[in-house]
């Protein structure tokens, strides 16, 4: 039988990468596996040449042309982890939350303006977490409690999202998921060492589990990360990663390993036309 072929959508790592999936790829060529790095930023494509080529797609860079090269693939039949449509959801955090609510996850209180100013009025009942519409840019996350410091956010022509701010308990849990298992993480937000990166591994209480397994259900996948902030003794869920890290996951390269060879072979046997590819 041909060899497995999975591609990885990356970004460019610094050397050296902390990133797990560098070592994640290692371990699939050492499983036999055809590796292939796709790069989308090192030189000019020719659209008509993007065709499944691949048993499966990773795709870890969810931004710009990446995401772009992703849908194309996704539209011409492609397995992509996590799909496409998912994928672009979860980056909208007006879709993943509403998506969220209707799932009955337990979220905060969530608002969305153009321009940021039409917040003001919020501010009288506490304070608020603005944050970007878009995307995963830790830096432009920001706790306001005034209308002057609502005034400093900066102004564009996109939505602001806004979350109702609860002063968390202790440090922000952070539960991954990869296939059937469950990983609970605690983390200092924003994680500024690599050791905060990996912050300190706990164990999840049946709530925990039961809120994080439903929002995978929402969005039908199961390999993702929640951000929960426990406040007052409620857990609430404040962001949702397709792609995240998985920093602090115990032996989290071998288990992502597993997880992408697995989807692979049940790409190959739903899609058995691909196994001819050199």
Known sequence: MTRLRIGFL????????????PVVMQMLRERGVVVDVIHTSDSAIDVSTVRVEHDLYVLKNTTGLALSIAGALHAQGATVVNPYPVTVALRDRIVAARTLQAAGVPT???????????????????????????GSETFAVRIVGSVAELNAVPAGKEPVFAQRY?????????????GEQLFGVRKIFPARTEEEKHGQPFRLTPELCE??????????????GVD???????????????????????????HLAAYFLAAARAARAAAPSLAGVP
């Open 10 to 21: 990356l970004p460019h790592y610094s050397q050296p990468s902390n990133s797990y999936m």
């Open 108 to 134: 905060p209180a969530t608002y969305v303006a153009r321009p940021s100013s039409r917040l003001a009025s919020l501010i009288a009942e506490g304070p608020l977490v603005v944050k970007p519409y878009q």
């Open 166 to 178: 609860h002063a968390p308990q202790g440090r922000d849990r952070k539960i991954y998921r990869i």
């Open 211 to 224: 809120i994080a397994s439903r929002c995978g259900r929402a969005f039908g996948i199961d390999l993702y």
């Open 228 to 254: 929960i902030v426990e406040s007052e003794g409620k857990p609430l869920v404040v962001d949702m990663n397709s792609m995240p890290g998985f920093k602090g996951v115990p032996d989290a390269p071998r």
